[in-house]
């Protein structure tokens, strides 16, 4: 059976994807208690300790505008927590599959980005993912960054359960309506994480390893997903009555970090060369009851 370590254990992907390596693999889930991925020789000490075939790597600094008054943070975890676990996975031959971000790109290209477009990011959480994808490409030639994003679902707070409680408790909200991409549903993802740790610890030698886009289809804007995700809410009694959803300019609601406009990613590349297919957001929204209240 293969081994797998699993950093980010206790996130919102952590435990989707251990849950779907149950019984796949000999899983070592950690959490930060456990193994801070900041501390270099702590990383180094549970890899060898381990030898996992392959380490999943889902422990990151998501939050962006945090990130942005304080980058030190975000790039201790997102960039240099990366190449402890890339210099650690080389160390013991294992493949790091490693999740990245939308965010290394700028938005301002008209068309969905693709794996060999260059990146430039707009805020220090994106450069910090981007760094982290070169720490890793760096120092473990055998390594797959999955880039995803608008992952909604999972046990935390996420897009769809926030405009639920907002139709709810103020009876409808404001939702931009010009930041276009895709939601990924956390379950879909996780899935993909496991079959690609399988296909790794299988494969390690003939694996095609590089970057790779995984997310949702078809493309939308914030406004038009809590449209449907409103939609189902009222179709399977988890709402009232119907929320009045205002669409409204990004310009219009300023944050610390900004936003690239257009973070479309085009998933082809996964599709040709491992038959996965993109996250089916709307097929998600269809079952919102068996997973919008899950702690």
Same mark, same amino acid.
């Given at each position: 059976m293969m081994r797998v370590w699993l950093t980010g254990a206790n996130g919102q992907i952590g435990r989707l994807t251990a849950l779907a390596l149950h019984g796949r693999a000999a899983l070592t889930a950690t959490a930060r208690r456990d193994t801070d991925i900041r501390d270099r020789a702590a990383v180094l000490r549970t890899a060898a300790a381990v030898r996992p075939h392959v380490i999943i790597n889902t422990a990151a600094h998501t939050d962006v505008d945090a990130a942005e008054r304080r980058p030190a943070a975000a790039f201790a975890v997102n960039a240099h927590g990366a190449a402890h676990l890339a210099e650690a996975a080389h160390a013991v031959g294992a493949t790091l599959l490693h999740l990245s971000t939308d965010y290394v790109f700028d938005g301002q290209k008209n068309a969905p980005y693709r794996e060999d477009d260059p990146p430039n990011p707009v805020n220090h959480y994106g450069a910090s993912k981007l760094a982290g994808e070169q720490h890793i490409i760096r120092h473990c030639p055998r390594h797959l960054i999955l880039r995803t994003a608008w992952v909604f679902g999972g046990h935390t707070r996420h897009f769809v359960r926030t405009i639920l409680d907002k139709a709810r408790t103020h009876g409808g909200a404001d939702i931009v309506a010009d930041r276009f991409g895709a939601p990924t549903f956390a379950d879909d993802l996780a899935a993909v994480l496991a079959d690609l740790a399988q296909r790794a610890a299988a494969n390690p030698d003939t694996l095609p390893y590089g970057t790779y886009h995984y997310c949702?289809?078809?493309? %939308?804007?914030?406004?038009?997903? &809590?449209?449907?995700?409103?939609?189902? +809410? *009222?179709?399977?009694?988890?709402?009232?009555?119907?929320?009045?959803?205002?669409?409204?300019?990004?310009?219009?609601?300023?944050?610390?970090?900004?936003?690239?406009?257009?973070?479309?990613?085009?998933?082809?590349?996964? %599709?040709?060369?491992?038959?996965? &297919?993109?996250?089916?957001?709307?097929? +998600? *929204?269809?079952?919102?009851?068996?997973?919008?209240?899950r702690t």
């Amino acid at each position: 059976m293969m081994r797998v370590w699993l950093t980010g254990a206790n996130g919102q992907i952590g435990r989707l994807t251990a849950l779907a390596l149950h019984g796949r693999a000999a899983l070592t889930a950690t959490a930060r208690r456990d193994t801070d991925i900041r501390d270099r020789a702590a990383v180094l000490r549970t890899a060898a300790a381990v030898r996992p075939h392959v380490i999943i790597n889902t422990a990151a600094h998501t939050d962006v505008d945090a990130a942005e008054r304080r980058p030190a943070a975000a790039f201790a975890v997102n960039a240099h927590g990366a190449a402890h676990l890339a210099e650690a996975a080389h160390a013991v031959g294992a493949t790091l599959l490693h999740l990245s971000t939308d965010y290394v790109f700028d938005g301002q290209k008209n068309a969905p980005y693709r794996e060999d477009d260059p990146p430039n990011p707009v805020n220090h959480y994106g450069a910090s993912k981007l760094a982290g994808e070169q720490h890793i490409i760096r120092h473990c030639p055998r390594h797959l960054i999955l880039r995803t994003a608008w992952v909604f679902g999972g046990h935390t707070r996420h897009f769809v359960r926030t405009i639920l409680d907002k139709a709810r408790t103020h009876g409808g909200a404001d939702i931009v309506a010009d930041r276009f991409g895709a939601p990924t549903f956390a379950d879909d993802l996780a899935a993909v994480l496991a079959d690609l740790a399988q296909r790794a610890a299988a494969n390690p030698d003939t694996l095609p390893y590089g970057t790779y886009h995984y997310c949702g289809a078809p493309h %939308t804007h914030w406004h038009d997903f &809590a449209r449907h995700a409103c939609r189902h +809410a *009222l179709r399977h009694g988890l709402l009232s009555k119907p929320p009045e959803l205002r669409p409204v300019r990004a310009a219009d609601y300023p944050t610390p970090a900004p936003r690239p406009p257009h973070s479309r990613l085009d998933c082809g590349k996964i %599709t040709r060369t491992f038959g996965i &297919a993109p996250s089916d957001w709307q097929n +998600a *929204l269809a079952r919102l009851p068996d997973w919008i209240s899950r702690t």
